[in-house]
């Protein structure tokens, strides 16, 4: 197991500028979540893919984000239109499973810092 | 709604004293728990998590917690505490009928070790 694995582990962007963050789970793991970290604050949940499908959106995730995981491997999560306010930590987690008992791996994360 | 609470935002302990950090939830059932922690550049860790049975769980690290339903706690303890331990611990449920396993966390727990 090499892990879950994030890119990049920093970004600084301007306000306006789209970001595109990479997670690559762990292999074989057919869950894959995406979370959003500010300071001081637990992780929150944003969305979460079973396979390449999205099966939850959290409504924190506005208009301006979108996340993919093309043939259920990696997943990207981008944001459009960035602004201060999502300066935070990105957190990917993937797990095995179908049921309520599987455990979730998290990446180190992409702190992101918006200008 | 569903939350968690960690009432304490930052602990110091002495190295080989024992510690407990606080966790309570709001859920409408029994949710599974879990205990996760931080280090700086580092992801989360699993700690150990509860789903039902024994209600004193152990975990790596010496790490066991104790679920208490009629308190909907489910406290963090340690007997002694190693420098390494200082790091940020987070609290978590998710729903045992959940589609999605999503972990709500806590806003953390900061552990200092004093030498």
């Known amino acids: 197991d090499t892990g879950v694995s994030q890119d990049p582990r920093h970004k600084i962007t301007k306000r306006g500028q789209n970001v595109t963050f990479r997670c690559d789970p762990i292999s074989e793991h057919n869950r894959l979540y995406w979370y959003r970290q500010t300071l001081g604050q637990g992780p929150e949940f944003l969305t979460y893919f079973q396979n390449e499908a999205q099966l939850e959106k959290s409504r924190l995730l506005s208009d301006r984000f979108s996340a993919e995981r093309p043939k259920g491997s990696f997943s990207t999560l981008e944001i459009q239109r960035t602004e201060q306010g999502d300066s935070a930590m990105y957190l990917c987690?993937?797990?095995?499973?179908?049921?309520?008992?599987?455990?979730?791996?998290f990446g180190p994360g992409t702190r992101l810092t918006v200008l | 709604a569903q939350s968690v609470t960690q009432p304490d935002i930052h602990i110091t302990v002495s190295e080989g004293a024992s510690l407990e950090l606080r966790c309570n939830y709001s859920y409408g059932a029994t949710p599974y728990l879990f205990w996760y922690v931080q280090s700086p550049g580092q992801g989360l860790q699993l700690l150990l998590k509860y789903f039902s049975g024994d209600t004193l769980v152990q975990g790596i690290k010496g790490f066991e917690a104790e679920f208490k339903r009629s308190q909907s706690s489910f406290n963090l303890r340690k007997p002694s505490v190693h420098w390494s331990d200082a790091a940020e611990y987070f609290c978590a449920v998710s729903s045992p009928s959940g589609a999605t396993n999503k972990l709500i966390f806590g806003t953390g727990t900061l552990l200092a070790v004093q030498p």
């Open positions: 987690a993937s797990s095995l499973g179908t049921g309520a008992t599987d455990t979730q791996y």
